[in-house]
């Protein structure tokens, strides 16, 4: 296919998929490195090896993955051209990415419980990789927050349809990657010691 042809609409939306998708594969390429990191890190005496991640991490993963099957319900809401449900699944999903945040933020404080600060004196180099892994991709579920309110904000301006989707599709395509990076996070976090 010749990314050359088509109307200049066609251009323009090839030209931000392709951009959305740069940008995914470098927070990858973030992301692998700060694992990479934490593995290696694992051979310090220091490390904690018995250290089990708090139940609101599992939480906010059951939360995150929920928020992305209620995208994609919106995506298929708007495309048989049901407003109110495309609505109600916007809603919930934005209500899902909030709840996400909550949880992790809790994590946080039970890892504080624990005793166990991001720096100082309480802190221990694994936490500081959790707490470091966790920061940065909230970070990122904050702009997919905002790219979500944006998309609401459009869709009450009635500039998706059917045929007018790009907006809402690079959103949910945002949103799903950082859905599947958190549930490779926790899961890495989880069995990685």
Request: glycine fraction near 6%; charged fraction near 10%.
């Amino acid at each position: 296919m010749d990314l050359t042809q088509g109307t200049q609409e066609e251009k323009n939306n090839r030209a931000k998929k392709m951009m959305l998708w740069f940008g995914i594969i470098s927070l990858i390429m973030s992301f692998m490195g700060w694992t990479s990191a934490f593995i290696v890190s694992s051979s310090r005496p220091d490390w904690l090896k018995d250290f089990v991640l708090p139940n609101a991490f599992l939480i906010s993963t059951v939360v995150i993955v929920i928020s992305s099957i209620s995208f994609i319900l919106a995506k298929k809401a708007l495309k048989i051209g049901n407003r109110g449900m495309t609505t109600l699944w916007l809603f919930v999903t934005l209500i899902l990415g909030i709840i996400f945040i909550f949880n992790q933020f809790s994590g946080f404080q039970q890892i504080i419980d624990l005793g166990y600060n991001f720096t100082g004196p309480t802190s221990n180099v694994t936490m500081s990789y959790i707490y470091l892994i966790a920061i940065v991709h909230i970070l990122h579920v904050v702009v997919g927050l905002i790219c979500l309110l944006v998309v609401i904000y459009n869709h009450f301006k009635q500039k998706y349809d059917v045929t007018k989707m790009l907006g809402l599709e690079l959103a949910a395509n945002f949103w799903h990657f950082i859905d599947i990076l958190w549930v490779y996070l926790f899961l890495f976090l989880y069995f990685i010691r």
